[in-house]
């Protein structure tokens, strides 16, 4: 059985649970604390996973502890990582809109997202005064639970906690540095992918019981209702086990870690004309099996207290 792990609570506060429906959340601590188990931080907890599980599911048979999920903030569900490492280019139509004609990458390009940007799935996203090119992309994100490296394909699905949305997303004139020349002295991705909120995660954690290899998941977007990126995981150059390999031969990939594989085509740039994100606008991005996030854009300069997008159970899928 999937089990859907979530956080919520204030940002920066944040207590990891399990939902037992789509309406109600099971808090792991009084599950987990009186075994003497990590309870508090979801990065712990995944690294005994395999003895917190039948733990988890035995709460979950019984009805104490309860939380409303409509009466709280859902965070990221990692809120945390130790790092967030994120694919380039690993839809060749995406890529082709970025690149051009250039040779398809031969190993999977990495980059870093700051763990600042992490935010949870129904978080306002700020667009800061640098940018005037703002985008989404949405992307399969993978959470590790097991640590290693040097993993061999054959072995990366073992090393998964399971999966969740995320939207890495992107100021492109800032990625594209002074003078927008795009030369590679120039480019800027960590700063371009790093502002606060350039990375909703969730609005759950998807153990990978049902989703055993990952594909093929579909992946939507849309911008103000508006369809935008419609694209399928089995599109990836380069597929989860590859990533995963890939990734652990250059750094040890270690529990909570999270990896951003690649966004299909149809990102506000290479519409005709671009169409970037501005404030007000309304995202949301869904995952075959992994529920859907909505963002409401918002100025940072004018944040004072707006609401964010409602998270009524009602308006879920
Ligand atoms: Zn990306």
Same mark, same amino acid.
Request: proline share 12%; with cysteine.
């Given at each position: 059985?999937?089990?859907?792990?979530?956080?919520? *609570?204030?940002?920066? =506060?944040?207590?990891?649970?399990?939902?037992?429906?789509?309406?109600?959340?099971?808090?792991?601590?009084?599950?987990?604390?009186?075994?003497?188990?990590?309870?508090?931080?979801?990065? #712990?907890?995944?690294?005994?996973?395999?003895?917190?599980?039948?733990?988890? @599911?035995?709460?979950?048979?019984?009805?104490?502890?309860?939380?409303?999920?409509?009466?709280?903030?859902? *965070?990221?569900?990692?809120?945390?990582?130790?790092?967030?490492?994120?694919?380039? &280019?690993?839809?060749?139509?995406?890529?082709?809109?970025?690149?051009?004609?250039?040779?398809?990458?031969?190993?999977?390009?990495?980059?870093?997202?700051?763990?600042?940007?992490?935010?949870?799935?129904?978080?306002?996203?700020?667009?800061?005064? !640098?940018?005037?090119?703002?985008?989404?992309?949405?992307?399969?994100?993978?959470?590790?639970?097991?640590?290693?490296?040097?993993?061999?394909?054959?072995?990366?699905?073992?090393?998964?906690?399971?999966?969740?949305?995320?939207?890495?997303? %992107? @100021?492109?004139?800032?990625?594209?540095?002074?003078?927008? %020349?795009?030369?590679?002295?120039?480019?800027?991705?960590?700063?371009?992918?790093? &502002?606060?909120?350039?990375? $909703?995660?969730?609005?759950?954690?998807?153990?990978?019981?049902?989703?055993?290899?990952? !594909?093929?998941?579909?992946?939507?977007?849309?911008?103000?209702? #508006?369809?935008? #990126?419609? =694209?399928?995981?089995?599109?990836?150059?380069?597929?989860? $086990?590859?990533?995963?390999?890939?990734?652990?031969? %250059?750094?040890?990939?270690?529990?909570?870690?999270?990896?951003?594989? =690649?966004?299909?085509?149809?990102?506000?740039?290479?519409?005709?004309?671009?169409?970037?994100? %501005?404030?007000?606008?309304?995202?949301?991005?869904?995952?075959? =099996?992994?529920? !859907?996030?909505?963002?409401?854009?918002?100025?940072?300069?004018?944040?004072?207290?707006?609401?964010?997008?409602?998270?009524?159970?009602? !308006?879920? $899928?």
């Amino acid at each position: 059985m999937t089990m859907r792990i979530v956080s919520f *609570g204030g940002p920066g =506060g944040e207590q990891p649970g399990v939902l037992v429906d789509d309406h109600t959340i099971l808090p792991l601590a009084p599950v987990l604390a009186p075994f003497g188990l990590p309870a508090t931080d979801i990065t #712990q907890i995944l690294a005994v996973w395999p003895t917190a599980r039948p733990l988890v @599911a035995a709460a979950l048979a019984d009805p104490e502890h309860r939380i409303a999920r409509a009466a709280v903030r859902l *965070g990221p569900p990692v809120p945390r990582p130790g790092k967030v490492i994120a694919v380039g &280019f690993n839809y060749p139509v995406h890529s082709h809109a970025v690149l051009g004609d250039v040779p398809a990458p031969t190993e999977p390009v990495l980059f870093l997202k700051l763990p600042g940007s992490v935010c949870g799935p129904y978080d306002p996203l700020i667009r800061p005064p !640098e940018t005037a090119a703002l985008d989404y992309e949405l992307e399969l994100a993978v959470v590790i639970g097991r640590a290693g490296r040097r993993i061999a394909p054959g072995d990366a699905l073992d090393h998964v906690a399971g999966y969740m949305i995320a939207n890495d997303v %992107t @100021a492109r004139d800032v990625v594209l540095g002074a003078g927008g %020349t795009g030369s590679p002295l120039q480019m800027q991705l960590l700063r371009g992918k790093g &502002f606060p909120s350039f990375c $909703p995660t969730g609005p759950w954690l998807a153990t990978p019981d049902e989703l055993p290899d990952a !594909e093929p998941l579909r992946l939507r977007l849309s911008v103000n209702g #508006q369809a935008r #990126q419609d =694209g399928w995981t089995s599109d990836m150059l380069f597929d989860v $086990p590859a990533l995963i390999s890939s990734v652990s031969a %250059t750094t040890d990939l270690l529990p909570g870690d999270v990896i951003l594989t =690649g966004t299909p085509s149809g990102c506000g740039f290479a519409l005709d004309p671009p169409a970037y994100l %501005t404030d007000g606008d309304e995202i949301a991005g869904s995952i075959t =099996g992994l529920g !859907e996030m909505r963002q409401r854009v918002m100025d940072e300069r004018a944040v004072v207290r707006r609401p964010a997008v409602p998270t009524t159970p009602q !308006e879920l $899928p």
